[in-house]
């Protein structure tokens, strides 16, 4: 198939031992953007509506993380926060990139705070999506995205989770994602990264406070208020916690901000990436 049929498929490099599946496009300042942890969750998947937008002033790559997309699945590697973490920066590093700024959805954001606390300096600004990575109960929402079981009309109750608005959630749609959930190797490398019970895999990509707190980096916080997946409250103590962090709330919407309100997350995110404060 051509690059136009399989947009999810981009360039492949070694990052940090790790072959991973990457889209970069735009020139400018380095903006990376770290995925979510849903099933059939690729880069392009989860950031398409915002990539073009972002291009047009910066030099924006979505790799697909280890254990997801069309990245490599390494026989025996245990994935966790740490491994996603140095994939990251192995990406940088491969990219010849001394650091950019980071943009994390959801598990993604996860990623980014242990990016940024591990390595400050790789780290310019940071974008903070219904983020994980501080402590917060296991939402029934979660543990349904989690625990999914393949079929296109449970791939539908997801989708219906993740949006505010219903009426975004089509068949087709439905049908899309769930097709890409079943892609060869996806849905098992998917069931083996959060087993139930899985309150541990929460736990697991939290940040200690006192490192959340020695952030110096511009960040901005966002989340969508009827959010059913992550807790609003995870993004109000993240902003507690970093010093001069603006935070953001989307009301109508859910978790997916970056596609329900797309135009309204793409000047919002382009305005601050470019604030030179």
Same mark, same amino acid.
């Not at 972002?54 to 490599?72: K, N, T």
């Not at 069931?191 to 940040?207: C, H, N, S, Y």
């Given at each position: 198939?051509?690059?136009?049929?399989? %947009?999810?498929?981009?360039?492949t490099?070694?990052a940090?031992?790790?072959?991973?599946?990457?889209?970069d496009?735009?020139?400018?300042?380095?903006v990376?953007?770290?995925?979510?942890?849903? %099933?059939?969750?690729?880069?392009?998947?989860?950031w398409?509506?915002?990539?073009?937008v972002?291009?047009? +002033?910066?030099?924006?790559?979505?790799?697909?993380?280890?254990?997801?997309?069309?990245?490599?699945? %390494?026989?025996?590697?245990?994935?966790d926060?740490?491994?996603?973490?140095?994939?990251?920066?192995?990406?940088?590093?491969?990219l010849?990139?001394?650091r950019?700024?980071?943009?994390?959805?959801?598990?993604?954001?996860?990623?980014?705070? $242990?990016? =940024?606390? $591990?390595?400050?300096?790789?780290?310019?600004?940071l974008? !903070?999506?219904?983020?994980?990575?501080?402590?917060?109960? !296991?939402?029934?929402?979660?543990?349904?995205?989690?625990?999914?079981?393949?079929s296109?009309?449970?791939?539908? $109750? !997801?989708?219906?989770?993740?949006?505010?608005?219903?009426?975004l959630?089509?068949?087709?749609?439905?049908? !899309? $994602?769930?097709r890409?959930?079943?892609e060869?190797?996806?849905?098992?490398?998917?069931?083996?990264?959060?087993?139930? %019970?899985?309150?541990r895999?929460?736990?697991?990509?939290?940040?200690?406070?006192d +490192?959340?707190?020695?952030?110096?980096?511009p960040?901005?916080?966002?989340?969508?208020?009827?959010d +059913?997946?992550?807790?609003v409250s995870?993004?109000?103590?993240?902003?507690?916690?970093?010093?001069? =962090?603006?935070?953001?709330?989307?009301?109508?919407?859910?978790?997916?901000s970056?596609?329900?309100?797309?135009?309204?997350?793409?000047?919002?995110?382009?305005?601050?990436?470019?604030?030179s404060?």
């Amino acid at each position: 198939m051509t690059g136009a049929e399989r %947009p999810e498929i981009g360039k492949t490099l070694d990052a940090g031992g790790i072959k991973t599946n990457y889209l970069d496009s735009g020139d400018g300042p380095a903006v990376v953007l770290v995925h979510g942890s849903g %099933p059939g969750v690729t880069g392009y998947a989860n950031w398409r509506l915002n990539m073009p937008v972002l291009a047009e +002033q910066y030099r924006v790559i979505a790799p697909d993380m280890a254990g997801f997309g069309y990245s490599a699945r %390494p026989d025996g590697l245990v994935c966790d926060v740490d491994v996603w973490a140095d994939q990251v920066v192995g990406l940088l590093d491969a990219l010849g990139l001394e650091r950019a700024s980071l943009v994390g959805n959801s598990f993604g954001g996860a990623i980014a705070l $242990r990016v =940024a606390t $591990r390595y400050p300096g790789r780290v310019h600004k940071l974008v !903070l999506m219904g983020s994980v990575g501080v402590p917060f109960a !296991l939402t029934d929402g979660l543990d349904a995205v989690w625990g999914y079981q393949p079929s296109v009309a449970a791939m539908r $109750r !997801l989708l219906e989770l993740f949006i505010w608005n219903r009426e975004l959630v089509t068949d087709d749609l439905a049908e !899309l $994602r769930h097709r890409a959930s079943i892609e060869p190797g996806f849905q098992e490398s998917f069931a083996e990264l959060f087993p139930a %019970p899985r309150q541990r895999w929460v736990d697991a990509m939290t940040t200690a406070d006192d +490192q959340i707190r020695a952030l110096t980096h511009p960040t901005l916080v966002v989340h969508g208020r009827e959010d +059913q997946i992550i807790p609003v409250s995870t993004s109000l103590r993240l902003a507690e916690l970093i010093e001069g =962090a603006h935070l953001h709330l989307f009301s109508h919407c859910g978790h997916w901000s970056q596609i329900e309100q797309k135009d309204a997350f793409n000047r919002l995110v382009s305005d601050f990436l470019g604030d030179s404060r």
